[in-house]
């Protein structure tokens, strides 16, 4: 960012108040309330302008992920976490050609190695 008065690019950037000054500006806003306020101080080293924004949370909206997709990737992490557990790889080996040979065929999983819900 270049200074507005000088043009100089040696402005700095704080956020408070009571946040380390390397706090990154998102981080501060994710981490407001609402109703709460998030100060931005902005300071040029050459000319000595500064400039504080005040930012307050006015709403909070959260949208959360598709719980299919949620549930697929931990899935996912917990087979993963199976097979980097696994040291023989003829176990592996075999692993791999099992998938392979369903994937091929187009059959889904057998009884015996799905999950009991």
């Known amino acids: 960012m270049e200074c507005p008065d000088c043009g100089e690019p040696y402005v ?3 956020v408070g108040p009571g946040r380390p000054p390397s706090t990154p500006l998102a981080n501060a806003i994710l ?3 609402q109703g709460e306020e998030v100060i931005l101080h902005r300071q040029c080293w050459t000319c000595g302008w500064s400039e504080d ?3 307050e949370v006015a709403a909070i909206e959260t949208e959360h992920g598709d719980p299919e997709i949620v549930d697929r990737q931990q899935r996912l992490s917990e087979l993963v976490g199976i097979l980097e557990a696994i040291e023989d790889t003829e176990i592996l ?3 791999l050609h099992y998938v392979r040979q369903q994937r ?3 059959d889904s999983v057998p009884s015996s190695l799905e999950e009991d819900p």
């Open 104 to 106: 091929s065929e187009g």
């Open 93 to 95: 080996d075999s692993v």
């Open 12 to 14: 700095s950037r704080e």
């Open 53 to 55: 924004r005040h930012v």
């Open 31 to 33: 981490d407001t309330e």
